[in-house]
């Protein structure tokens, strides 16, 4: 990677004195001491009783050498250079000075501009005025790009503070400026999503899409189509943005050969840090690997620094550091090998647990909603006050007859990486609600409960749900199916939106069932149990519904997903949940079972 040293416009000389005070710029006295409150000394660097001198500036990193002026702590080893000591003495200038605006010679190379998550925009667009504010005012905060990157070998916090570095939150978030000639460095595909997204919504627009494109020409992308092309192929005009999942499958296509980067729960992280060093002044070059093999936090770096020396971003189990092909066979617990579709569940507890979920999951009272329909004229063939006068009975029971295991490898990719994206977006920021679901089972592998991770019921038409299995849901398919319609419409405008919707109890999903018409398994009804990952769900109680904004919410805000509670506030029987983009759930189960009216 090219390299470049950084140049900053020299500050108002601050008057000095030998007492430890300096008078600024605007006359306020600034104290000459270390980040720890010690005094700085100056003195001019001699080289020592052997002549040599390997202190550096923390700031710059460059070689203090004899006979120059050098501002230090003997008691925690900070140095400063002259030019570096004289910016940081004169911290009561205009921020813009030290931490604002792009020092002068730095260039934002096309460096995005984003709104902090306290002030995302909840409308559908990205360019409202709020939008624009927050902007505005995140421009203050800009720090420079350490010119040695992933490279860079310095193991002092202040160090840390005053530059970012490849894998740090305002470095992946577009926070940073860099010298002339200098370019943002990406270890893996995360890093150079995280980059891109201004909002941390967890999804790019259109215009983020398309800045990210030179990236990927830079680091090696086979020849790119157009930007709309791009776009298109990425999957972007489907729901106008695009998630993490849908961008590593598109980074992949292109020959981008980067790890994913998203790290499992719990995983070992080994120090991923190399350094080419001089051989002793000949021409060959050797590489320097940290021998580290677990994190463990350093108390003096403030828990960012472990003990080798190097930060947490620098260490990644080898999950993370696998390509987008090979990601989901780690995670193919209970898989039957060398199969691929539905694969018949042959095993006595699985399908134990499995018949347990549905009597769990079965609300024995007060059960009965629109969407079960009329009993003279079905569902949507009638006034709403027909249809509760005349009720279609409601199950008492039902009986699991078989059970498939959708064994999809490239769906179940894209579910992988899309919950390890939450998982991490839910481990940043405030606490978030955990809704508890009757229907979220451990069975044969575990939920991952720190992002919200559910099973859910989905049910439809048996073709409909072979089509699932198949190539996931559609968006274009919602509020085709039981929403209730105006008279002569195709197609109806569902409670949140139009979205994937998922129900916890299965006698709310057996409302959109229908049953086999022909085979071994003539007359009985299906019903899909899908892997849903909530992440930071929206939970809406009331019935004052804004559906673009609850969209809004989740493609350009800080939410995952929407837990309608319909139980608590107002009385209804089923709770349900939402989500807007299909890479989010998976079609995990193909559940056959009988209806007992017994």
């Known amino acids: 990677m090219a390299t470049a040293t950084m140049t900053v416009a020299p500050p108002p000389v601050p008057v000095y004195s030998k007492d430890g005070?300096?008078?600024?710029?605007?006359?306020?006295?600034?104290?000459?001491?270390?980040?720890?409150?010690?005094?700085?000394?100056?003195?001019?660097?001699?080289?020592?009783?052997?002549?040599?001198?390997?202190?550096?500036?923390?700031?710059?990193?460059?070689?203090?050498?004899?006979?120059?002026?050098?501002?230090?702590?003997?008691?925690?080893?900070?140095?400063l250079c002259e030019s570096c000591w004289s910016l940081w003495m004169a911290r009561d200038a205009p921020k813009t000075l030290l931490t604002g605006a792009a020092p002068c010679g730095c260039s934002t190379w096309s460096t995005p501009t984003r709104s902090t998550p306290t002030t995302r925009s909840t409308p559908t667009t990205r360019s409202s005025p709020a939008r624009a504010s927050s902007s505005a005012s995140v421009a203050t905060k800009m720090v420079p790009a350490c010119k040695y990157g992933a490279g860079c070998y310095q193991?002092?916090?202040?160090?840390?503070?005053?530059?970012?570095?490849?894998?740090?939150?305002?470095?992946?978030?577009?926070?940073?400026?860099?010298?002339?000639?200098?370019?943002?460095?990406?270890?893996?595909?995360?890093?150079?999503?995280?980059?891109?997204?201004?909002?941390?919504?967890?999804?790019?627009?259109?215009?983020?899409?398309?800045?990210?494109?030179?990236?990927?020409?830079?680091?090696?992308?086979?020849?790119?189509?157009?930007?709309?092309?791009?776009?298109?192929?990425?999957?972007?005009?489907?729901?106008?943005?695009?998630?993490?999942?849908?961008?590593?499958?598109?980074?992949?296509?292109?020959?981008?050969?980067?790890?994913?980067?998203?790290?499992?729960?719990?995983?070992?992280?080994?120090?991923r840090f190399r350094i080419r060093l001089k051989n002793n002044g000949e021409d060959g070059?050797?590489?320097?690997?940290?021998?580290?093999?677990?994190?463990?936090?350093?108390?003096?770096?403030?828990?960012?620094?472990?003990?080798?020396?190097?930060?947490?971003?620098?260490?990644?189990?080898?999950?993370?550091?696998?390509?987008?092909?090979?990601?989901?066979?780690?995670?193919?617990?209970?898989?039957?090998?060398?199969?691929?579709?539905?694969?018949?569940?042959?095993?006595?507890?699985?399908?134990?647990?499995?018949?347990?979920?549905?009597?769990?999951?079965?609300?024995?009272?007060?059960?009965?909603?629109?969407d079960r329909g009329c009993r003279l004229h079905g569902v949507n063939g009638c006034s709403w006050a027909c249809a509760a006068k005349n009720r279609c009975p409601v199950p008492s029971g039902f009986m699991l007859q078989a059970a498939y295991r959708n064994q999809s490898p490239e769906l179940w990719r894209r579910y992988c990486l899309m919950k390890q994206a939450i998982r991490l977006e839910c481990a940043r920021g405030e606490e978030f609600p955990q809704p508890s679901l009757l229907s979220a089972a451990d069975l044969d592998s575990e939920l991952d409960k720190d992002c919200n991770e559910w099973r859910c019921f989905h049910g439809s038409a048996p073709e409909k749900l072979r089509g699932i299995c198949e190539a996931n849901f559609k968006p274009a398919m919602a509020g085709t199916g039981a929403t209730w319609k105006d008279p002569g419409a195709s197609k109806g405008t569902p409670l949140y939106g139009f979205g994937f919707y998922f129900a916890e109890r299965i006698t709310k999903a057996d409302e959109y069932a229908r049953p086999l018409e022909d085979g071994e398994h003539e007359g009985l009804y299906a019903v899909l149990l899908c892997r849903v990952v909530g992440g930071r769900t929206k939970v809406v109680t009331n019935n004052d519904i804004n559906i673009d904004g609850l969209r809004g919410s989740v493609f350009d805000g800080p939410y995952h997903s929407v837990f309608g509670d319909r139980v608590t506030t107002l009385g209804k029987p089923y709770r349900e949940v939402v989500v807007y983009d299909k890479d989010q759930c998976y079609p995990e189960f193909l559940l056959l079972y009988r209806r007992d009216f017994s």
Not at 288 to 307: A, E, I, N, W
């Open 285 to 370: 070059e050797e590489e320097f690997t940290c021998s580290c093999t677990c994190f463990d936090p350093d108390k003096r770096g403030g828990g960012v620094l472990c003990k080798c020396g190097h930060k947490l971003s620098m260490h990644r189990s080898n999950y993370a550091e696998d390509t987008y092909a090979n990601i989901d066979s780690h995670l193919r617990d209970g898989w039957i090998p060398d199969q691929e579709g539905l694969v018949a569940v042959t095993n006595k507890d699985l399908l134990s647990k499995l018949q347990a979920v549905l009597n769990d999951s079965h609300k024995t009272h007060d059960n009965w909603t629109r």
């Open 155 to 271: 193991k002092s916090s202040w160090h840390l503070q005053q530059f970012a570095h490849p894998g740090d939150h305002n470095y992946r978030h577009g926070l940073v400026c860099f010298s002339s000639g200098q370019f943002p460095e990406f270890q893996n595909l995360w890093e150079l999503f995280q980059f891109y997204d201004r909002a941390e919504s967890g999804h790019l627009d259109k215009e983020e899409f398309i800045q990210s494109l030179q990236s990927c020409q830079r680091l090696g992308c086979a020849e790119l189509p157009s930007a709309e092309d791009a776009w298109t192929e990425a999957g972007g005009p489907c729901t106008g943005f695009l998630n993490f999942s849908q961008f590593a499958h598109f980074a992949e296509a292109m020959g981008l050969a980067l790890p994913v980067g998203l790290e499992l729960s719990g995983a070992q992280r080994h120090c």
């Open 21 to 79: 005070l300096c008078t600024g710029t605007t006359g306020r006295v600034v104290l000459n001491v270390c980040p720890d409150g010690h005094l700085l000394i100056d003195k001019v660097v001699t080289g020592g009783l052997l002549g040599f001198n390997f202190k550096r500036c923390v700031r710059c990193n460059d070689q203090l050498k004899t006979g120059v002026v050098r501002h230090s702590c003997k008691l925690c080893g900070f140095h």
